[in-house]
Nanobody, 117 residues
Framework: QVQPAESGGGVVQAGDSLTLSCSVS?????????VAWYRQASGKEREGIGT????????HYADSMRGRFTIYRNYHENRAWLHMNGLNPGETDIYYC?????????WGQGTQVTVYS
């Protein structure tokens, strides 16, 4: 059973940058896979950040995320990344990556990002 695995979360100060990583436990990213990043604060709905297609590397971002967030992938390392600039305390969330393969969506367990002022 493949499952995305996030890493790189932690505690940062407001204004700092942080990069999260997503790999696949039990497998690899392949061909038509689509990788997406989301975040969710306690008691709130999950919020989409953006997506990247594995083969082509095409990226799309939610309008509210455009500018400070960058999604990219390293084909040879078989990882997708979410780079975040200028974090603020309101972005203290659990960050998730998911992988869509043949209409099936696989979710990771998430990684906690805490931003303090």
């Amino acid at each position: 059973q493949v499952q995305p695995a996030e890493s790189g979360g932690g505690v940062v100060q407001a204004g700092d940058s942080l990069t999260l990583s997503c790999s696949v436990s039990g497998g690899t990213f392949v061909g038509d896979d689509m990788v997406a990043w989301y975040r969710q604060a306690s008691g709130k709905e999950r919020e989409g950040i953006g997506t990247i297609s594995w083969d082509a590397g095409s990226r799309h971002y939610a309008d509210s995320m455009r500018g400070r967030f960058t999604i990219y992938r390293n084909y040879h390392e078989n990882r997708a990344w979410l780079h975040m600039n200028g974090l603020n305390p309101g972005e203290t969330d659990i960050y998730y990556c998911n992988m869509q393969r043949s209409s099936v969506v696989y979710w990771g367990q998430g990684t906690q990002v805490t931003v303090y002022s």
